[in-house]
Antibody, heavy 119, light 108 residues
Framework: QVQLVESGGGLVKPGGSLRLSCAASGFTFSDYYMSWIRQAPGKGLEWVSYIDSSSSFTNYADSVKGRFTISRDSAKNSLYLHMNSLRPEDTAIYYCAGISPSGWFFDLWGRGTLVTVSS | EIVLTQSPGTLSLSPGERATLSCRAS???????LAWYQHKPGQAPRLLIYGASSRATGIPDRFSGSGSGTDFTLTISRLEPEDFAVYYC?????????FGQGTKVDIK
């Protein structure tokens, strides 16, 4: 069955870095545009970034632009989020999500990985 | 950026009752590009509705979506025990894509 499994979350100090990974299985990963979405404690969902199927195009929310980098390795069926210059407001559960071929909505989701930015 | 405001924040209902959730946008959502998701604690969110009214694969027909412009509604015709969760709307007609803050449907 379709699975997206995130990993790499943890506790990091402000200004630090972290790399999140998302392992995909059960679907043709190389055909899918992919995205990261986060949820801060007690808040709603916030789209963070997306990457197209060939890694030719990426886009970022203004809140993370210049600090986060999305990438993918289709040979490994994996999606990544490199996070630099982390701030306390980046504390959130980070979800890996697949963007539907039918439109810019998310039809595949993982369970998320928690990132905590605190000194 | 389009701000989505969901109401009510919490809806307390009993199994078998009808649930009506609202999502209001600060600007017109182009092409009715609005989706609804269900999210239970510790689980992956699940796509319910896209294009304002099209059910995603495998979604029971007790879930229906309607609306256009700035006002959208998710209706659950008869609540089943597994439907108690948080529901989010999302617009994908304009960048950046944005979500509402969620409506929690809990057991009365």
């Amino acid at each position: 069955q379709v699975q997206l499994v995130e990993s790499g979350g943890g506790l990091v100090k402000p200004g630090g870095s972290l790399r999140l990974s998302c392992a995909a299985s059960g679907f043709t990963f190389s055909d899918y545009y992919m995205s990261w979405i986060r949820q801060a404690p007690g808040k709603g969902l916030e789209w963070v970034s997306y990457i197209d199927s060939s890694s030719s195009f990426t886009n970022y929310a203004d809140s993370v632009k210049g600090r986060f980098t999305i990438s993918r390795d289709s040979a490994k069926n994996s999606l990544y989020l490199h996070m630099n210059s982390l701030r306390p407001e980046d504390t959130a559960i980070y979800y890996c999500a697949g963007i539907s071929p039918s439109g810019w909505f998310f039809d595949l989701w993982g369970r998320g990985t928690l990132v905590t930015v605190s000194s | 950026e389009i701000v989505l405001t969901q109401s009510p924040g919490t809806l307390s209902l009993s199994p078998g009752e009808r649930a009506t959730l609202s999502c209001r946008a600060s600007q017109i959502v182009k092409y009715t590009y609005l989706a609804w998701y269900q999210h239970k604690p510790g689980q992956a969110p699940r796509l319910l509705i896209y294009g304002a009214s099209s059910r995603a694969t495998g979604i029971p027909d007790r879930f229906s979506g309607s609306g256009s412009g700035t006002d959208f509604t998710l209706t659950i015709s008869r609540l089943e025990p597994e439907d108690f969760a948080v529901y989010y709307c999302q617009q994908y007609g304009s960048s950046p894509w944005t979500f509402g803050q969620g409506t929690k449907v809990d057991i009365k």
